[in-house]
């Protein structure tokens, strides 16, 4: 079992920048993968950015260039520096890991980009 905990979400003029975080906790010996994914109003959940246990990332093509994803592997928490914001990155924003390819989700943690 895996528990995730986001902050740092929050409103931001359209230009700006905020950084996310996210603490894991629980029973595991190793976090495989950690990353964010978001959702906007009426659409469906969508990948952002992930980085497996040996650094290796993906990004959405909407998040290269502009947001950076982090880990902290001995405190088992990931960070999302999100910079260039825009009206269109708005929507709640969930952390994501897996675990020999169990995945938990975080409650989530909205982010509003005004124009």
């Known amino acids: 079992q895996v528990q995730l905990v986001e902050s740092g979400g929050g409103l931001v003029q359209a230009g700006g920048s905020l950084r996310l975080s996210c603490g894991a906790s629980g029973s595991f010996f190793r976090l495989d993968v950690m990353g964010w994914y978001r959702q906007a109003p009426g659409k469906q959940r969508e990948l952002v950015a992930t980085m497996t246990n040996i650094g290796r990332t993906t990004y959405a093509d909407s998040a290269k260039g502009r947001f950076t994803i982090s880990r902290d592997f001995v405190k088992n928490t990931a960070f999302l520096q999100m910079s260039s914001l825009k009206p269109e990155d708005t929507g709640v924003y969930y952390c994501?890991?897996?675990?020999?390819?169990?995945?938990?989700w975080g409650q989530g943690t909205q982010v509003t980009v005004s124009s």
């Open positions: 994501y890991a897996e675990v020999r390819a169990f995945g938990s």
